[in-house]
């Protein structure tokens, strides 16, 4: 489970007898690289096997330096990218790295197997009942300075930092090159000897979704490394993205499966130890002999000890046309290795085309409604038939029949499924309805939901600011709404938010209250049968009255709007009418019931405040509290 924050539970869903298995292939894994493993468990494969084990760290001496498919393309496009430096050596991936080919090796190498807490400068583990929770030491909620680029590939945005070459190739040596308690495992942090080492991992995000009948599915390749000290970031993005086994095996290289692949190559490297470096080091030009970008993005420096954007965390990639993007992030924050992955995606998008930049997706709506005091199946929504008979089929053994009419869910009994006729009022706080000729009741109750027989559901909730209870009910069928791809910032848990805060409720104040209602009943009242400027539209259906059944309340905002549709006369009558004088109709539409008929001035009223009419709008005795969204605000 991922949650909102980019650190935290890490969830432990392994027997003890998988994790069992786990800890001896770790140790066979360590012990096969030369390195020293957990001895006081799943030691005993390790011995038997301890001569071939042998054998094989002699032939990988003898052999030369050879790398996954993966890893190779990874340094084709490192010697190409850094060969106009003409370096004395090139920086060179790690080629004996622990490959954690296995889900859930990097969670069980992140502490001790006896141990329950482990700490280290950027990085403290737990382990806890139900799994594992990492914290790291920085929580970072800001990009600010942080997206850092190579020059020499593509081209570098205006609004990221253009990095010189030669410090990238620095900075890029300098990763494959940390300091050695970096390297040592969490794992082994209780042996004499500890397990100094590299953890990389092979994932393949999808980048384009299959299609049924239209298109293959297709992903991309990430190599992921990290100093042993770091593996937490990769238990964290395999929960994501998935683990994708060991690179050297065949069955594993990208490029043997061209149809499924996207031709993209990325590689992200943990490097925290980066943020000491400074940027005379670093090759860097003085200030004086810096360009005007350099100096703007502080790719130069004027003391020998400024460090290398001021010593804060930061991400460097390098990137071009051929399909391979290399990433050090300087920083242990979860956040940034899962964004950086989906940089990659992005990136292979485009160069893929006909794909969606970075995500889009989207979320199963259910809209729902206010209904006041009152709830009445047939003009609060359409029935087309259904029944309770058709309830109790569908739910038959898991719903329980009462002799009333009514049913009770045996899972969550505070579920109650009402018959078809059944009507909710607030008034006396009972759901009506009649079983067999006989008229029956139930009681409304708090944290109970209605269900009526088309699934559209109904419960009591408090107003925030007064209080007042009124029936809020749920649609039955949701609407599917798209959330288009953005790039990072571009707001998509912004909409996921409540604006409640920025919602500001206050009674509604009437100048006038007889004139007022006066005019409102003069435009409920009127005739609109003949605004339309097309005169073969006038007198047709839209010539129903404000307070129809069929005429919902966004097709009476509709009707006193302006529109190019309506003539003249119609459209500058409608100008004439005061905003207030609208917002009054919508609001008698809002509250009104067709058992009212003409009689629906007698609902509101003010109160004779020293013996003159008050200005607070009340309904049915209560005050009438407006909604207002607050946009901006005044200097003044």
């Given at each position: 489970?991922?949650?909102?924050?980019?650190?935290?539970?890490?969830?432990?869903?392994?027997?003890?007898?998988?994790?069992?298995?786990?800890?001896?292939?770790?140790?066979?894994?360590?012990?096969?690289?030369?390195?020293?493993?957990?001895?006081?468990?799943?030691?005993?494969?390790?011995?038997?096997?301890?001569?071939?084990?042998?054998?094989?760290?002699?032939?990988?001496?003898?052999?030369p330096r050879i790398l996954p498919p993966a890893d190779q393309r990874i340094q084709d496009f490192i010697d190409r990218f850094l060969a106009d430096l003409g370096l004395a050596a090139v920086p060179r991936l790690p080629a004996n790295t622990l490959v954690l080919d296995r889900y859930g090796m990097a969670r069980e190498l992140?502490?001790?197997?006896?141990?329950?807490?482990?700490?280290?400068?950027?990085?403290?583990?737990?382990?806890?009942?139900?799994?594992?929770?990492?914290?790291?030491?920085?929580?970072?909620?800001?990009?600010?300075?942080?997206?850092?680029?190579?020059?020499?590939?593509?081209?570098?945005?205006?609004?990221?930092?253009?990095?010189?070459?030669?410090?990238?190739?620095?900075?890029?040596?300098?990763?494959?090159?940390?300091?050695?308690?970096?390297?040592?495992?969490?794992?082994?942090?209780?042996?004499?000897?500890?397990?100094?080492?590299?953890?990389?991992?092979?994932?393949?995000?999808?980048?384009?979704?299959?299609?049924?009948?239209?298109?293959?599915?297709?992903?991309?390749?990430?190599?992921?490394?990290?100093?042993?000290?770091?593996?937490?970031?990769?238990?964290?993005?395999?929960?994501?993205?998935?683990?994708?086994?060991d690179p050297f095996i065949p069955e594993n290289d990208a490029s043997i499966d061209p149809v499924h692949w996207t031709g993209t190559t990325g590689c992200i490297i943990l490097a925290t130890h980066l943020v000491n470096m400074t940027k005379k080091e670093l090759g860097l030009p003085h200030w004086d002999q810096a360009t005007?970008?350099?100096?703007?993005?502080?790719?130069?420096?004027?003391?020998?000890?400024?460090?290398?954007?001021?010593?804060?965390?930061?991400?460097?990639?390098?990137?071009?046309?051929?399909?391979?993007?290399?990433?050090?992030?300087?920083?242990?924050?979860?956040?940034?290795?899962?964004?950086?992955?989906?940089?990659?995606?992005?990136?292979?998008?485009?160069?893929?085309?006909?794909?969606?930049?970075?995500?889009?997706?989207?979320?199963?709506?259910?809209?729902?409604?206010?209904?006041?005091?009152?709830?009445?199946?047939?003009?609060?929504?359409?029935?087309?038939?259904?029944?309770?008979?058709?309830?109790?089929?569908?739910?038959?053994?898991?719903?329980?029949?009462?002799?009333?009419?009514?049913?009770?869910?045996?899972?969550?009994?505070?579920?109650?499924?009402?018959?078809?006729?059944?009507?909710?009022?607030?008034?006396?706080?009972?759901?009506?309805?009649?079983?067999?000729?006989?008229?029956?009741?139930?009681?409304?109750?708090?944290?109970?939901?209605?269900?009526?027989?088309?699934?559209?559901?109904?419960?009591?909730?408090?107003?925030?600011?007064?209080?007042?209870?009124?029936?809020?009910?749920?649609?039955?069928?949701?609407?599917?709404?798209?959330?288009p791809c953005t790039v990072s910032g571009g707001g998509k848990s912004e909409i996921a938010k409540s604006i409640e805060d920025a919602i500001v409720y206050m009674p509604i104040i009437i100048a006038d209250f007889e004139r007022d209602m006066a005019q409102v009943r003069e435009i409920i009242e009127k005739d609109y049968g003949?605004?339309?400027?097309?005169?073969?539209?006038?007198?047709?259906?839209?010539?129903?009255?404000?307070?129809?059944?069929?005429?919902?309340?966004?097709?009476?905002?509709?009707?006193?709007?302006?529109?190019?549709?309506?003539?003249?006369?119609?459209?500058?009558?409608?100008?004439?009418?005061?905003?207030?004088?609208?917002?009054?109709?919508?609001?008698?539409?809002?509250?009104?019931?067709?058992?009212?008929?003409?009689?629906?001035?007698?609902?509101?009223?003010?109160?004779?405040?020293?013996?003159?009419?008050?200005?607070?709008?009340?309904?049915?005795?209560?005050?009438?509290?407006?909604?207002?969204?607050?946009?901006?605000?005044?200097?003044?």
């Open positions: 489970m991922v949650t909102k924050r980019d650190f935290g539970l890490r969830l432990n869903r392994t027997s003890p007898h998988e994790r069992a298995r786990l800890i001896s292939y770790i140790n066979l894994k360590l012990a096969s690289l030369g390195l020293p493993y957990y001895s006081k468990d799943g030691t005993a494969f390790v011995q038997l096997a301890s001569d071939m084990l042998e054998s094989i760290r002699q032939k990988d001496r003898m052999l992140s502490l001790p197997p006896n141990g329950h807490k482990h700490i280290s400068p950027t990085l403290t583990s737990y382990r806890v009942r139900n799994g594992v929770l990492h914290n790291p030491a920085s929580d970072r909620r800001t990009t600010e300075g942080v997206f850092h680029i190579a020059e020499g590939g593509l081209p570098v945005p205006a609004d990221k930092k253009a990095v010189p070459k030669l410090a990238f190739a620095r900075l890029l040596e300098a990763a494959l090159n940390p300091p050695p308690e970096m390297l040592e495992l969490p794992y082994t942090a209780g042996e004499a000897d500890k397990a100094r080492t590299f953890v990389s991992v092979l994932l393949r995000p999808i980048v384009r979704p299959e299609v049924p009948g239209y298109c293959e599915e297709r992903s991309m390749e990430v190599r992921f490394f990290a100093p042993g000290s770091l593996t937490a970031n990769i238990d964290f993005v395999e929960s994501i993205f998935g683990n994708s086994g005007e970008r350099q100096r703007r993005d502080g790719m130069c420096w004027r003391d020998p000890t400024e460090k290398y954007n001021d010593g804060k965390a930061f991400k460097v990639c390098a990137r071009d046309e051929s399909g391979v993007i290399l990433t050090i992030i300087a920083d242990n924050y979860f956040g940034y290795s899962k964004k950086e992955i989906k940089s990659h995606i992005s990136y292979s998008a485009n160069l893929l085309g006909l794909v969606e930049e970075e995500h889009a997706g989207g979320a199963l709506v259910f809209p729902s409604y206010n209904h006041g005091t009152r709830f009445v199946p047939d003009t609060n929504l359409k029935s087309r038939g259904h029944s309770m008979q058709d309830v109790y089929r569908l739910l038959q053994g898991r719903i329980e029949m009462r002799p009333e009419g009514y049913a009770v869910d045996l899972t969550f009994p505070s579920i109650i499924y009402l018959p078809e006729d059944a009507y909710i009022s607030l008034e006396d706080q009972m759901a009506h309805w009649v079983n067999e000729g006989r008229p029956e009741s139930l009681r409304v109750l708090p944290d109970h939901i209605y269900v009526h027989p088309t699934g559209y559901r109904v419960h009591m909730e408090r107003h925030p600011v007064s209080g007042a209870w009124r029936l809020i009910g749920t649609t039955a069928e949701g609407l599917v709404c798209h959330k003949n605004r339309f400027r097309d005169e073969a539209e006038n007198h047709g259906k839209d010539a129903r009255s404000v307070l129809s059944p069929k005429r919902s309340l966004g097709s009476v905002i509709k009707l006193l709007s302006p529109s190019p549709a309506y003539n003249d006369e119609y459209n500058q009558w409608l100008k004439s009418i005061p905003e207030r004088i609208k917002s009054l109709v919508f609001l008698v539409k809002r509250f009104y019931r067709p058992d009212w008929g003409d009689d629906w001035q007698s609902h509101f009223s003010v109160d004779a405040v020293n013996g003159t009419t008050g200005n607070i709008l009340k309904f049915e005795g209560r005050p009438v509290l407006g909604a207002y969204l607050r946009v901006g605000k005044n200097e003044h």
